[in-house]
T-cell receptor
Framework: KAGVTQTPRYLIKTRGQQVTLSCSPISGHRSVSWYQQTPGQGLQFLFEYFSETQRNKGNFPGRFSGRQFSNSRSEMNVSTLELGDSALYLC?????????????FGSGTQLSVL | AQSVTQLGSHVSVSEGALVLLRCNYSSSVPPYLFWYVQYPNQGLQLLLKYTSAATLVKGINGFEAEFKKSETSFHLTKPSAHMSDAAEYFCAVTPGYSSASKIIFGSGTRLSIRP
């Protein structure tokens, strides 16, 4: 069974640009969560999608948005990039019921904003 | 509300020595508790979880953790460290069975192994 796949693996952007990251969950998983990981702030929850609906959202500005498609694949978008957006962005999927009893993480997308 | 505190951002032990990574939690309802491990350039992987069954939980790679309600602790241990254990470890808590969005992660403890 394939794991959680995130693309691209690395991204370099400049301030003011926008970026779209992709996450394909494990087959059969309907919940996809996104996290931002930085050395100073640790893992911070961005949002969770379940069956194409945003179920919860973390404390991030509106520049951060996401969506989920009918095949459970998810994308997150960051507009008007700032230097502070440089981070490892992780997505995680969980089982058919979308419970948090076990998260499966992708390897992440390392975003560098110059 | 839930929170989790990991004591020590960096722990260094010798190969073959005991590994002890500390985690204390706060929860207003019976919690589920987790330890995740992150190897360099990878995502997180579940090591073990406590979901209100046995208080001593065994995980992968020889790790185990004990849920102590009186001490609100869930420390991670391994009797004998191996070089391959070098990684970052995260303790996490949720308010029982709940959606993935409710999970709260600690700040992480980086484990180094000395030859």
């Amino acid at each position: 069974k394939a794991g959680v796949t995130q693309t691209p693996r690395y991204l370099i952007k400049t301030r003011g640009q926008q970026v779209t990251l992709s996450c394909s969950p494990i087959s059969g998983h309907r919940s996809v969560s996104w996290y931002q990981q930085t050395p100073g702030q640790g893992l911070q929850f961005l949002f969770e999608y379940f069956s194409e609906t945003q179920r919860n959202k973390g404390n991030f500005p509106g520049r951060f948005s996401g969506r989920q498609f009918s095949n459970s694949r998810s994308e997150m978008n960051v507009s008007t990039l700032e230097l502070g957006d440089s981070a490892l962005y992780l997505c995680a999927s969980s089982g058919p019921s979308g419970g948090g009893e076990k998260l499966f993480f992708g390897s992440g997308t390392q975003l560098s904003v110059l | 509300a839930q929170s989790v505190t990991q004591l020590g951002s960096h722990v260094s032990v010798s190969e073959g020595a005991l590994v002890l990574l500390r985690c204390n939690y706060s929860s207003s309802v019976p919690p589920y508790l987790f330890w995740y491990v992150q190897y360099p350039n990878q995502g997180l992987q579940l090591l073990l979880k406590y979901t209100s069954a046995a208080t001593l939980v065994k995980g992968i790679n020889g790790f185990e953790a004990e849920f102590k309600k009186s001490e609100t602790s869930f420390h991670l241990t391994k009797p004998s460290a191996h070089m391959s254990d070098a990684a970052e470890y995260f303790c996490a808590v949720t308010p029982g069975y709940s959606s993935a969005s409710k999970i709260i992660f600690g700040s992480g403890t980086r484990l180094s192994i000395r030859p």
